[in-house]
C-alpha cells in the first residue's frame, strides 16, 4: 500500500504562483508513475501533469509552459510548480502515484483557488 499527502493549495489571485507537493509513504520503492490531476465542481477529473521515475514528465495542453512537474532523487515526492495561475485553474488538486502492478494510488486533494 502507498499512502499519499498532499499539501500547498490555497488562494492566490490571478497571474501568482502556488507549489504543490505530494509525499508518498508505504511501500514506495517502486513506483514508475506520479502526477497530479484536478477536479473542479461538475466536472470530470483531468490529468494535469505525470512524471516517471527516470524523468519524462507529461503536461496537458492547458498548463504547458505555466506549470511545472518534479521528483525528488528519492522519487518518493512530486511537486507542481504552478506559475501564472487563472481562475480557471481553480479545483481541488490530487496527487496520483502508480506502482509497478499498475495499482493506482489518490491522495486526499488540496484546494487551489485564484481569483480575478
Known sequence: ??????????????????????????????????????????????????????????YADFVRGRFTISRDSAKTTVYLQMNNLKPEDTSVYYCYARDYLYNDYWGQGTQVTVSS
Not at 25 to 38: C, D, Q
Open 1 to 58: 500500500q502507498v499512502q499519499l499527502v498532499e499539501s500547498g493549495g490555497g488562494l492566490v489571485q490571478a497571474g501568482g504562483s502556488l507549489t504543490l507537493s505530494c509525499a508518498a509513504s508505504g511501500r514506495t520503492s517502486r513506483m514508475p508513475s506520479m502526477g497530479w490531476y484536478r477536479q473542479a465542481p461538475g466536472k470530470q477529473r483531468e490529468l494535469v501533469a505525470t512524471i516517471r521515475s527516470e524523468g519524462n514528465p507529461n
